[in-house]
Every structure is written in structure tokens, then in C-alpha cells.
């Protein structure tokens, strides 16, 4: 009884909720949690293996979320999912995935699998981020790369339908290098991507810090990692110091831990918001995620777009304030959260926030939406 009323309250609400306008909110104090949702392990849609998910955003034009898979090509050919999230400041009710489009290389194809890949022929996606076009809804989408098999990490504009349409231009920090002594790291490349308020600038930011930069954080240090501010054509505004937290805890002996950003959320101008997550892996081979959102801002931080180097550079880091960290909202899992974005206005004229982890199509991990009313 009480999961029908919860359900026909949402019902209710999603029209509620389209109905207002949905304006990015520019400053969040905390957030107030409302609910979780979560998909089947493995789920089959119109053909595909939904997992993986790493990005998400609200597509207000069509009232629709699209959210990316980082398969690489491996289950099925790289995609996104669309899909109907019914909520309410009370309740969120069950994810309706609506669709799901194939993403399109330059000449047409879909995107290789990594196994059979031959250099010159596309590339192999790693697809960690996408964002909805303000102005027209159209797709952006951003790729890891791949050190080991020399490809550079991209940024790509597509139609709804998948259609590339053309590719950010990038500055030769981002070339990787086989040898590691340059570059992005391997898997630490681009995770975050987020617009501007006003569409016309959008931000870019790498998941760790680059080889030349330093070592990565550790359960004593921290490390610095890149933001990048571009033009819509690929002008660099500014590019500037981000300071990682150390990894939260420490990890069994000879076990893995990271932690690093996976997504970022843009406030304006010069503010935004980082979603910044660590695994932690235990003796028994478990792993724990530890994730926190911070509110960044860039205002008075060094532009280090033209430092080859940050070891040994003088500069000011971007300033950084602790919105929220998961663990104090008391759900019996905090997984690996991938994705964030702002969704309608609530009735109380408040906005929505929305995050999705990435199951890395595990087992032992799940896909979770998870629903926050964004107090200003």
C-alpha cells in the first residue's frame, strides 16, 4: 500500500516537475537527500547490456535524461541511454529507460572494440562523461583515450541520433605518451564535462594528475590535477590548479586505492561543482567508495595553461569548499558515483540534483540513481 501511494504521488509530480522551468541554480549551500533508484544487474534494453553508466544530464527541451556507457564496445558498440525519471521533493519512483542511441565515429561507423584494433582505423572509446547542448540539444561527449595503445583523449560533438558532427580542439598537453613521462595517465584522463550557465564556454577536466605533474594521491598526500576552461571552437579561457584530496583510507596490503574526480558541474563563470570520488580495496579484494562534492571556484587561481610542469611551479591552487560527503546520507551502499546534473525545478521552486554510478557491469556493484533537492 504504501509503494502505490509513493508511486502515484511521483506520478503526480513528474508533471509537476516539467512544468517548471528549469534554471541551473548558482549557488548551493547543501543538499538534502530524497531518494534512490536502482537498475538490474546486466538489464537487456531494445538489444543492449545496460551498465557502465558514467555520465548524466537533463535534456529540459525533450524532458528526457541521457546518460552515457563507458562499454568499450566491448558488450555492444558505445551508446547512450535516454530515459524518464518521475520524482518529487517526497519520492522518487522507478527509472524508465526510453531509449538508447549508437555513437557515431567521423565516417559513419560505430566505435571498435578494443580487441582486433588497428591503429588508423577510428579509435577505441572510453566514454566517461556527456552534456546536453543548452542551445539546441545536441550531445557532447568526452573519451579517455588510451595510453598503451596511443590514443589521445577527445572531447566530440554529436546529434541526438549519434551523428559525430565535429571534435573539440585540444592543446599538445593533452598528446599522451607511451612512455609516461607526459601526458594524461592512463584511465585518468578526461571525467568531467560541463557547460557554462550561459552555453557558450564549457569546462573539461582530467581525472588525475598528469605524468609530468606529480605523483598521484595517496592515504597521506593529495595531488593537483588540471581544469580546463574552453570556447565552444576550442580556445583555452584559463586552465588551473585542482587540489585531490588524499585517498580516505588505506588500502589492504598490496591492494589498489585512487581517488580522483569523476565528474564536475558548472555553478558559472568561474564556480562549479566536483564530484570527487575514491575506491579503496580491502584485503578480502572488496572495495569501498568513499565520495564527496565540493564547491570549487577559479576566481583569483593561477592560469597554468602554460606550465609544461606543476612540480616545482609557483602557483594558486582553485579554492574548494565541502558541499556534501556521501557517507552521511546513511545508505547502505555509496557506489562508484560517476555522474551529476541539475534536473527540474522541485514545487518548492528549489532545484533537483541527480547522481549515477558506474557498475563497471560487476556483480558485485550496482547502477544507483540517487536524488538531492539542491538547497541554495
Excluded at 563507458?70 to 519520492?91: G, K, T, V
Excluded at 550531445?139 to 546529434?159: C, M, N, Q
Excluded at 580495496?281 to 583569483?300: C, L, M, N, P, W
Aim: with cysteine; aromatic share 8%; hydrophobic share 35%.
Amino acid at each position: 500500500m504504501k509503494k502505490t501511494i509513493i508511486t502515484l504521488i511521483s506520478a503526480l509530480a513528474l508533471g509537476a516537475c516539467a512544468q517548471l522551468p528549469v534554471q541551473q541554480p548558482n549557488t548551493v549551500s547543501s543538499l538534502r537527500f530524497i531518494g534512490e533508484q536502482r537498475l538490474p544487474y546486466r538489464m537487456q534494453f531494445q538489444g543492449t547490456m545496460v551498465g557502465g553508466l558514467s555520465g548524466i544530464d537533463y535534456d529540459a527541451a525533450n524532458d528526457e535524461w541521457v546518460m552515457i556507457s563507458d562499454d568499450r564496445s566491448q558488450h555492444n558498440p558505445a551508446r547512450y541511454y535516454r530515459a524518464r525519471l518521475a520524482f518529487d521533493e517526497h519520492a522518487f519512483q522507478p527509472v524508465q529507460l526510453t531509449g538508447v542511441t549508437m555513437l557515431l565515429q567521423p565516417d559513419g561507423s560505430v566505435y571498435p572494440p578494443k580487441e582486433g584494433y588497428k591503429a588508423g582505423h577510428g579509435v577505441v572509446p572510453d566514454l566517461e562523461t556527456m552534456r546536453v547542448d543548452p542551445r539546441d540539444a545536441s550531445i557532447w561527449y568526452a573519451s579517455e583515450g588510451d595510453v598503451k595503445l596511443g590514443l589521445d583523449p577527445f572531447v566530440r560533438h554529436a546529434t541526438r541520433d549519434g551523428r559525430f558532427i565535429s571534435e573539440l580542439p585540444l592543446p599538445p598537453l593533452f598528446t599522451v605518451s607511451k612512455e609516461r613521462k607526459f601526458g594524461p595517465r592512463d584511465n585518468q584522463a578526461f571525467e568531467g564535462l560541463s557547460f557554462a550557465p550561459d552555453g557558450r564556454t564549457l569546462w573539461v577536466s582530467l581525472e588525475g594528475p598528469m605524468y609530468q605533474d606529480g605523483p598521484e594521491p595517496d592515504p597521506t598526500h593529495g595531488a593537483i590535477n588540471r581544469i580546463t576552461h574552453f570556447t565552444r571552437d576550442g580556445k583555452v579561457l584559463g586552465q588551473y590548479a585542482y587540489p585531490l584530496d588524499a585517498i580516505p583510507a588505506t588500502p589492504g596490503k598490496g591492494k589498489a586505492a585512487d581517488n580522483g574526480i569523476s565528474e564536475m558541474l558548472s555553478l558559472s563563470d568561474t564556480r562549479l561543482l566536483t564530484l570527487e570520488r575514491s575506491g579503496v580495496q580491502a584485503d578480502d579484494d572488496s572495495y569501498k567508495t568513499y565520495v564527496r562534492i565540493y564547491e570549487i571556484d577559479a576566481t583569483g587561481a593561477s592560469d597554468i595553461q602554460n606550465l609544461p610542469t606543476l612540480q616545482g611551479a609557483q602557483f594558486t591552487q582553485m579554492k574548494k569548499r565541502l558541499v556534501l560527503d556521501l557517507a552521511s546520507v546513511g545508505l547502505p551502499i555509496i557506489d562508484n558515483l560517476e555522474g551529476i546534473a541539475f534536473g527540474p525545478r522541485l514545487a518548492n521552486g528549489h532545484a533537483s540534483l541527480m547522481l549515477i554510478s558506474d557498475d563497471n557491469f560487476s556483480k558485485s556493484q550496482v547502477t544507483q540513481f540517487l536524488l538531492f533537492e539542491v538547497i541554495p
